[in-house]
C-alpha cells in the first residue's frame, strides 16, 4: 500500500467525489478503496462472514468494474448511492445463490437420511428438527421487522383474514393487502420464499 493510504479515513467513504484517488489494495490498482470498504460494509450488514467476504467481494468488485456511473441518467443520485444500490443487488444475489446452495445441500443430506433410517428403522426426528429449524428462521426474520409487521405476521400465523387485519390496523382492505404483499416481497428477497404459504 502507499503510504499516502494511512492518511484516509472513514469519513471520506461517504464522498466518492473528493477523494478520486485510487488506492493499491488486494485489486492493484484497478478499484478505489472507498469501494472496497462499501462492498465489505454491506456484505457484513447482509449476514455474510469473514471467510466469505473475500469471494462475495471478488463477485460484487467485478460488477463494479462493469458499471458506469452516468450523473445524467442518474435520477439525482450520487456515485455512491448507485454503487450501493448496486452492491446490495449483487449481494442479494449471492445470498439467494448461498441459500438455495444450502437448502439444496440440506435436501440432500436428507435424503440420505431419510434413506439410511429406512434401513435401520429410524425416522421422525429428522421431521422435527428441520420443523424447529424453520421456526429459528421465522422468528430472526420477523424479529427484524417493524413492530406493524410483526403484527400483520402474527395475524397471518393466526389464520386472520385480509379482512381482520384490516380491521385490526384499522386500514383498507387493499391497504392490508399491499402490506401482507411488501412482507411476502420480502421474505422471498432474502431467500425464504420456499417457505411462504399461499
Known sequence: MRADNHEHDEASHDCPREKQRVYENEYGEVIEHWKIALIRRRARRMGFRQDEMADVQQ???LAMEAFRYDPARANGAS???ALTSLADRQLSTLRRAKLRREQLMAAMESE???ISDQRTG???HREAERAVDL???VREVVAQL???DRSICSALSD????????RTLGCSWHTAKHRIDGLRQHFEHIGMDGWICG
Open 59 to 61: 463477485q460484487v468488485v
Open 79 to 81: 456515485e455512491k448511492t
Open 112 to 114: 440420505q437420511h431419510e
Open 122 to 124: 429410524h425416522g421422525d
Open 135 to 137: 421456526v429459528i428462521d
Open 146 to 148: 417493524s413492530a406493524a
Open 159 to 166: 389464520g386472520q383474514s385480509i379482512n381482520q387485519i384490516a
